[in-house]
């Protein structure tokens, strides 16, 4: 029987609370391998697992801050570098091209990495499908800091849905995401504090019979989430965990 496998390679917050690697996690079926995010710190994550970069076929960007997105530039240079032929999908909100270019430009000037690589971007469109050659993607606006276009992700691939909050506070969106996944990975970095543009888990327990999903799994914990991992009922996320759907 064919299975669609989710591997963590980061589940951190944006200050690797708990010694965890930046967002990333990488979706593998027989004729697909995606990655939700590629966050600063991620792309070590890849290595230190072993997998294969070259086959990777599709990225997935939630939105533009560096725990989400920053690693990208590393693995496009890699692979400009060794010469990639293999196309490769870039999903992202509005501007992704441009952002990405001008962080290579950054990191390493000259290096026209995005020149040398069959690339293709593709844009979210709020509750519109974005199809690539083995995956649909629904994205769904969520409330994180404004200037980042924060997504939540819906991603049909494998016979499977696989829905990601993304970074975000409450929402209703999370319902139409969560509902009937095999997995909805949610963020949670607080357990009860209210830190803006993110979820606590004593909000989350409220909505949690409205949100419908099969299997649910927390992820970007902050310090206090941590501290209160014994008073959380549902499972989280840790760096190498794998989960087959």
Request: aromatic fraction near 8%.
């Amino acid at each position: 029987m064919e299975t669609t496998k989710v591997s963590v390679i980061g589940c951190g917050d944006a200050f690797a609370s708990g010694g965890r690697l930046h967002t990333c996690f990488y979706i593998q079926t027989p004729y697909s391998r995606l990655l939700l995010d590629c966050g600063a710190t991620a792309y070590y994550g890849l290595k230190k697992r072993g997998i294969s970069v070259r086959d990777i076929d599709t990225i997935a960007i939630s939105h533009f801050h560096g725990d989400h997105y920053g690693g990208v530039p590393f693995l496009l240079l890699e692979e400009s570098i060794r010469g990639r032929e293999e196309p490769l999908t870039i999903v992202s909100p509005p501007t992704g091209k441009e952002r990405i270019a001008r962080l290579l430009d950054q990191l390493y000037p000259g290096s026209e990495a995005l020149g040398k690589l069959n690339l293709m971007f593709k844009t979210y469109i709020p509750g519109a499908v974005v199809q690539t050659d083995h995956l649909e993607i629904t994205a769904y606006p969520v409330v994180h800091a404004d200037e980042a276009l924060a997504f939540g992700l819906r991603v049909d691939v494998g016979g499977k849905i696989v829905s990601y909050s993304g970074d975000t506070a409450w929402t209703a969106a999370l319902i139409e995401l969560a509902r009937d996944a095999d997995l909805f990975i949610c963020e949670c970095s607080c357990f009860e504090s209210q830190l803006s543009g993110h979820l606590d888990y004593r909000t989350l327990l409220k909505y949690d019979e409205q949100l419908g999903y099969k299997r649910m799994i927390l992820t970007h914990l902050g310090p206090e989430m941590l501290i209160h991992r014994s008073d959380v009922q549902h499972p989280c996320a840790e760096d190498g965990l794998e989960i087959e759907l």
